[in-house]
């Protein structure tokens, strides 16, 4: 599996996680591409050095006085970008995420929110470029170090506020922190949103085999290098497990039709849990009921707990944590008669891989090309078999 950490040991912004990716190798034309359609907008890209560290600077040029945005301004703004699907659904993930923390702040819902800064042109290209980035490095799943917590105060739109900011500190709940001894803001809005929604895990290094190492500059003077350090790699095959707390969501429900079941799991799984399901159960007075499971991250427990009560009108939800083992996995690409499939390839043991088509692919291929499903994972499960092969024979380029 190809991974990302983010090591912000000087903290994290949007400028300076767009920056650590474009020093790992992305092609700043690539990403200015995606932002043909906001007149006067240019991502400028410099080579930047802090106590003796080489890095790249990024400061987005835009048009002068933007207009305050809100919520829907951004999303619109987001969908006229050339980007994936998928860059788009993770980039306005990480504004709405912006819009909770700013309105629990205000006191006020989301929509009624106006970014001020956040909302600016610089952020939405800061943020879609980081998305962007990270599925050009083919990243499958970011981690990143405790976020640093200063002291001070930082003047913005709102006037004179306090580092943290509020926003951040809504925005790094459940999330792990360590406190520093240093003036002058650390983590901003933008960067916290960036790893509460893209980040798996906050915590130490995992185990992985680096290639390739990134830093992105700060604009503020720091009594250290003022970088985002970004470590690009594949998790170690020759671990062959791996250890992990996931947090255990569940809630009995028994009054709700069962036709709406299947959707509550659609829309789990659309908002980033690891799993989601249910099983029937028999609830008190004999009545009939099921039991939604979800598994989830730390980080997100408010979020999906927040979704669950609003789709299922439940009255209590129980969480629990749990240790769980797994093994090292990798997504890999291969090309059917019909069309590409990926497959999830996983080391269950040393030196002995399986491999397994990803159910959706195919799913898509029978319903665009018209073809039967059985027909088209027959096909994906040979390629997957040939993909095995040229693995075992060749596993260091795998």
């Given at each position: 599996m190809r991974v990302l950490y983010w090591d912000c040991f000087a903290g994290i912004s949007g400028d300076m996680a767009l920056g650590s990716l474009i020093?790992?190798?992305?092609?700043?034309?690539?990403?200015?591409?995606?932002?043909?359609?906001?007149?006067?907008?240019?991502?400028?890209?410099?080579?930047?050095?802090?106590?003796?560290?080489?890095?790249?600077?990024?400061?987005?040029?835009?048009?002068?006085?933007?207009?305050?945005?809100?919520?829907?301004?951004?999303?619109?703004?987001?969908?006229?970008?050339?980007?994936?699907?998928?860059?788009?659904?993770?980039?306005?993930?990480?504004?709405?995420?912006?819009?909770?923390?700013?309105?629990?702040?205000?006191?006020?819902?989301?929509?009624?929110?106006?970014?001020?800064?956040?909302?600016?042109?610089?952020?939405?290209?800061?943020?879609?470029?980081?998305?962007?980035?990270?599925?050009?490095?083919?990243?499958?799943?970011?981690?990143?170090?405790?976020?640093?917590?200063?002291?001070?105060?930082?003047?913005?739109?709102?006037?004179?506020?306090?580092?943290?900011a509020p926003a951040v500190l809504e925005l790094v709940k459940g999330l792990p922190t360590k406190p520093m001894n240093v003036e002058g803001e650390m983590v901003t809005p933008t960067g916290a949103a960036l790893v509460a929604v893209l980040a798996a895990e906050c915590g130490p290094m995992p185990p992985l085999r680096p290639a390739g190492t990134g830093y992105g500059a700060g604009t503020r003077a720091f009594p250290f290098p003022n970088m985002l350090?970004?470590?690009?790699?594949?998790?170690?095959?020759?671990?062959?497990?791996?250890?992990?707390?996931?947090?255990?969501?569940?809630?009995?429900?028994?009054?709700?039709?069962?036709?709406?079941?299947?959707?509550?799991?659609?829309?789990?799984?659309?908002?980033?849990?690891?799993?989601?399901?249910?099983?029937?159960?028999?609830?008190?007075?004999?009545?009939?009921?099921?039991?939604?499971?979800?598994?989830?991250?730390?980080k997100d427990i408010p979020r999906i707990t927040d979704l669950l009560i609003q789709e299922t009108g439940t009255l209590g939800i129980r969480i629990h944590r749990e240790e769980r083992i797994t093994v090292p996995r990798k997504i890999y690409k291969v090309e059917t008669p019909f069309g590409p499939v990926r497959i999830k390839v996983a080391q269950i043991a040393p030196g002995q891989l399986q491999a397994k088509p990803e159910f959706e692919d195919c799913r898509h291929l029978a319903e665009t090309t018209g073809t039967p499903l059985r027909t088209i994972t027959a096909a994906a499960q040979k390629e997957a078999e040939r993909l095995l092969s040229e693995l075992a024979v060749a596993p260091a380029q795998g």
């Open positions: 020093d790992l190798g992305v092609d700043p034309g690539s990403l200015q591409s995606l932002f043909i359609n906001i007149p006067g907008c240019r991502i400028e890209v410099r080579p930047a050095r802090s106590h003796g560290i080489a890095g790249t600077s990024v400061r987005v040029v835009a048009k002068p006085n933007q207009p305050y945005r809100r919520l829907p301004d951004v999303l619109a703004i987001i969908d006229t970008c050339p980007a994936s699907e998928r860059t788009r659904h993770l980039a306005k993930s990480v504004f709405h995420r912006l819009g909770e923390a700013e309105a629990k702040v205000h006191g006020v819902s989301p929509e009624e929110i106006h970014f001020h800064e956040v909302g600016a042109v610089d952020a939405i290209v800061e943020i879609v470029g980081v998305v962007a980035a990270l599925e050009m490095l083919g990243v499958e799943r970011v981690y990143a170090s405790p976020l640093p917590m200063s002291t001070g105060f930082v003047r913005c739109a709102h006037g004179i506020l306090p580092v943290p350090r970004a470590v690009l790699g594949d998790l170690d095959v020759s671990v062959s497990r791996i250890t992990e707390t996931i947090v255990v969501l569940e809630t009995n429900i028994d009054d709700v039709n069962p036709e709406l079941y299947p959707y509550f799991i659609e829309r789990l799984l659309a908002a980033g849990v690891r799993e989601a399901f249910y099983n029937p159960v028999a609830m008190k007075k004999g009545r009939a009921g099921v039991k939604l499971t979800v598994l989830t991250e730390e």
